[in-house]
């Protein structure tokens, strides 16, 4: 623990000492919070042991959990706008102490960090939680009176009102009407588009368009769909939606340590802290119940169907995307897995060959992914993609193997139209269908043409959702199955 020189402290200047806390303040997350998720994850014995020492109050758990776990300080996301500003104190000759109700290890770990030096780090050692009154006599017995508070919670307002200046940082802005006389010597509001638009990011809701694919058997079936299996497959859209943002979310929640170290995903919202992870975990149950919900309105199979969605989802994210190959192998079933969530809600039989049509257009599609990922990362030193277990070296067998599987995929389709769509007679002219053969492989060619040239984006389907071309071929395909049945 770093130690406060009294004596430099008095003579230093007559500025009063900044006192940070930690946690919400000078770093959006709760560590305590996210070291306990961690914990459950990667050492459940340590956390089974988390009862007996909550049982010997607040700040023996937390010294327990900082003994089973360490923290990272250099990945733990700051409040940058505050940092800057207390940098800028430091240089100007401030004196900093750091405070936190959280255990000293993990403040140690983040004073290690900073890019200043404190006076001081100081938080609970295992036996007294420095929150509240108890953090406020722990300053005064520091540095007296003449201090200044940063702060954001409720339980900071004694400690501000004994202050010398009130700096309100994110929620804490919400409490200057509460501070009496107490002047505010500084504001840092919340960072970001707010918390509704954090969760629309969270719950992924721009991945949402994917799950159309449970309307794909029931627009096939013609006019042996009825207007109530398109009300249930809109039901089951919502379902198979809301089950993947709860997948989403466990996926970023487990993962918070990784994103933190990636170029991009360090601003998704548990990373970065625009979302506090003890909500996301609380929004896990609420998103598995509605889905549940959902679920009783549709036959038995659609919903035992989305939840082993759910499960390969979960499956796929901590395990097997980590598989060279099995790992396309696994997206293509689990975008299979939609449309069958589609067919279970008619009595009709089942089409395999649109199953397998799926399983090789996907397929293709998984393999293009991880094709434009490497030749991103094809100028990189380690010319490797981490986690997936790719090199460049395979860059000419997954263009090999995806540009064949959306060949394979366009035979299955022209099989499904002989075999089955001019046998049952469900359309009046099934011959319109051969034009979407044409469209189809004009679509596959463009996207792998334009993925050999460096110009397609790293998700195919998210590019096709924001590609005019693709949007007018999707309309073509619509437009034709219409013909196809109407004329």
């Known amino acids: 623990m770093m130690k406060l020189n009294l004596e430099v402290a008095q003579t230093v200047d007559s500025s009063p000492v900044i006192v940070v806390d930690l946690d919400g303040t000078l770093t959006p997350v709760d560590t305590l919070h996210e070291t306990v998720l961690q914990l459950h994850r990667t050492s459940p014995q340590a956390a089974i042991g988390l009862v007996q020492a909550l ?22 996301p700051l409040r940058q706008d505050l940092l800057e500003w207390l940098t800028e104190q430091h240089e100007l000759g401030r004196r900093i102490v750091l405070v936190s109700a959280a255990d000293q290890a993990f403040v140690d770990a983040v004073a290690a960090h900073l890019p ?5 780090a100081i938080g609970s050692d295992g036996l007294a939680n420095l929150s509240g009154e108890a953090k406020l006599a722990r ?35 919400r409490f200057e009407k509460r501070l009496g006389d107490v002047p505010v010597v500084g504001r840092f509001p919340q960072e970001g588009g707010g918390p509704l638009r954090a969760w629309l990011r969270a719950l992924r809701i721009y991945q949402w368009p994917k799950n159309l694919l449970v309307f794909l058997p029931v627009l096939l079936a013609g006019p042996m769909a009825g207007i109530g299996d398109w009300g249930q497959a809109v039901l089951a859209f919502l379902m198979l939606s809301v089950l993947a943002s709860a997948g989403y979310l466990v996926n970023d929640l487990l993962d918070l340590a990784a994103d933190r170290q990636h170029p991009t995903k360090r601003s998704r919202p548990f990373a970065s802290g625009a979302l506090p992870v003890a909500h996301g975990v609380a929004a896990v149950p609420g998103l ?13 199979a659609s919903l035992l169907v989305g939840f082993v969605y759910l499960c390969g989802t979960l499956v796929y994210s901590f395990f097997l995307k980590k598989v060279p190959m099995l790992d396309a192998i696994v997206l293509a079933s689990l975008f299979t897995l939609r449309i069958v969530a589609g067919i279970v809600l008619m009595t009709l039989p089942w089409s395999f060959w649109l199953l397998t049509f799926s399983m090789f257009f996907f397929l293709s599609l998984a393999l293009l992914k991880r094709f434009t990922e490497l030749r991103e990362v094809s100028q990189s030193p380690d010319r490797e993609l981490r986690r997936r ?8 067998l997954l263009l090999s193997m995806g540009s064949s599987s959306g060949i394979a995929a366009c035979v299955i389709f022209v099989m499904y139209l002989m075999e089955e769509q ?6 009046a002219s099934p011959e319109w269908l051969w034009v979407i053969l044409v469209l189809l492989l004009y679509w596959l060619g463009r996207v792998w043409q334009l993925a050999v040239r460096g110009h397609m984006n790293e998700d195919p389907l998210l590019f096709a959702l924001r590609d005019r071309v693709s949007h007018l071929i999707g309309l073509g395909a619509i437009v034709f ?5 109407a004329a």
């Not at 598995?288 to 038995?300: E, K, R």
């Open 422 to 427: 001019f046998s049952r007679s469900i359309y």
């Open 481 to 485: 199955i219409l013909l196809a049945r």
């Open 389 to 396: 277990g790719y090199t460049t070296d395979d860059l000419t």
């Open 55 to 76: 049982r010997q109050g607040k700040a023996a758990f937390k010294r327990h959990v900082a003994q089973s776990l360490s923290l990272d300080g250099a990945l733990l």
């Open 288 to 300: 598995l119940l509605v889905a549940v919900l959902l679920g009783l309105f549709l036959p038995l």
């Open 116 to 120: 200043f030096r404190v006076d001081a």
């Open 139 to 173: 300053i005064r017995e520091m540095v007296g009176e003449n201090f200044v508070y940063a702060g954001d919670a409720a339980v900071d307002l004694p400690i501000w009102r004994a202050s010398r200046g009130a700096i309100l940082v994110g929620r804490g802005m």
